[in-house]
């Protein structure tokens, strides 16, 4: 069975400042990787992705995420934040023939000016 | 512009009532799924369908139905046999296997 952990519940950063959400993952397969960004009262939007080749995948609002096999994890990253990146973050993982998606439980992310 | 709407954003439910959620896409996506976020738990997958006129239950189904009689329309209904129905549904779809799920604004269910 796939399952995926995001350790932090909330990670408070100040404006600018660099910031890493963590992601890890178990499964028996080969996996698909996603992260999720979801505004207050909203749908999620998918911000990047993992199918396969390069394991560094970007975004085009400066997010970045790394596939770690090795060490099964997906960890979020950007350099520098803004108050416009406040939003909760969900790690997703699928595999097999349904795409069924496995999410984290995931990670409010709050920039502080 | 293509995706996905969920109606109505703001539902209520009185006890012994069924309601339904209504999801439709133009994304002409042939897999379609519903989930059932509260919070502190991520999200949990209640139903799938991955063609018209089939779906397959997920991993919190009780106390819910669906059908897909078109391509574009996934309704959920939650029935009164679902004790516990205030959480927020998301209703998503996606080309198929491997390709990423795009989601709706969901609707936000409670109880009178």
């Known amino acids: 069975a796939q399952s995926v952990t995001q350790l932090d519940s909330q990670v408070p950063v100040f404006e600018e400042a660099p910031v890493e959400l963590r992601c890890n993952y178990s499964?028996?397969?080969?996996?698909?990787l996603f992260w999720y960004v979801q505004y207050p009262n909203q749908g999620l939007q998918l911000l990047l992705k993992y199918l396969s080749g390069s394991t560094l995948v970007e975004s085009i609002n400066g997010f970045e995420a790394e596939f770690n096999k090795s060490q099964t994890s997906f960890h979020l990253r950007k350099p520098s934040v803004h108050i416009s990146d406040t939003a909760e973050y969900f790690c997703?993982?699928?595999?097999?023939?349904?795409?069924?998606?496995?999410f984290g439980t995931g990670t409010l992310l709050a920039v502080q000016p | 512009d293509g995706g996905i709407t969920q109606s109505p954003k703001y539902l209520f439910r009185k006890e012994g009532q069924n309601v339904t959620l209504s999801c439709e896409q133009n994304l002409n996506h042939d897999a379609m799924y519903w989930y059932r976020q509260d919070p502190g738990q991520g999200l949990r997958l209640i139903y799938y369908s991955q063609i018209v006129n089939d779906f397959q239950k997920g991993d919190i189904a009780e106390g819910y139905s669906v059908s897909r009689e078109k391509k574009e329309s996934f309704p959920l209904t939650v029935t009164s046999a679902q004790k516990n129905p205030t959480a927020f549904y998301l209703c998503?779809?996606?080309?198929?296997?491997?390709?990423?799920?795009?989601f709706g604004d969901g609707t936000r269910l409670s109880i009178l």
């Open positions: 998503a779809s996606s080309r198929g296997v491997d390709q990423p799920q795009h």
């Open positions: 997703a993982v699928s595999g097999g023939a349904t795409n069924k998606l496995i």
């Open positions: 499964s028996s397969v080969s996996v698909y």
